[in-house]
């Protein structure tokens, strides 16, 4: 079974930066594509951005291009998500997702976490 488990939420002001931590564990972290999803109530879960299992390649909504960042380091099975110049659109439940290992390109995944808490203040 595979447990995935986001961290690093809280409250910015408007302009501020924030960082999102995700771990996977009981799978081979190295060999799953993972992703960030938001969703905000009233609304459904809208993708935020996807980076493949070496790391070599990343993609992101156009509402955070160039505002935010994904990255991985397998040596640690952690992902990262580094939110900047964060708007009070950016509030939402922020929520990691894993796929199954050796997965297709594509944005479905298999496993989610919890979901963490990201709010931006004007």
């Known amino acids: 079974q595979v447990q995935v488990v986001e961290s690093g939420g809280g409250l910015v002001q408007a302009g501020g930066s924030l960082r999102l931590s995700c771990t996977a564990s009981?799978?081979?972290?190295?060999?799953?594509?993972m992703g960030w999803f938001r969703q905000v109530p009233g609304k459904s879960r809208e993708h935020v951005a996807t980076?493949?299992?070496?790391?070599?390649?990343?993609a992101y909504a156009d509402s955070v291009k160039g505002r935010f960042t994904i990255s991985r380091d397998n040596a640690k099975n952690t992902m990262y998500l580094h939110l900047d110049n964060l708007t009070p659109e950016d509030t939402a439940v922020y929520y990691c997702?894993?796929?199954?290992?050796?997965?297709?390109?594509?944005?479905?995944?298999?496993?989610w976490g919890q979901g963490t808490q990201v709010t931006v203040s004007s």
């Open positions: 009981g799978t081979i972290f190295s060999t799953i594509r």
């Open positions: 997702a894993a796929a199954r290992p050796n997965a297709s390109w594509s944005y479905n995944y298999d496993y």
């Open positions: 980076i493949t299992s070496s790391g070599g390649t990343a």
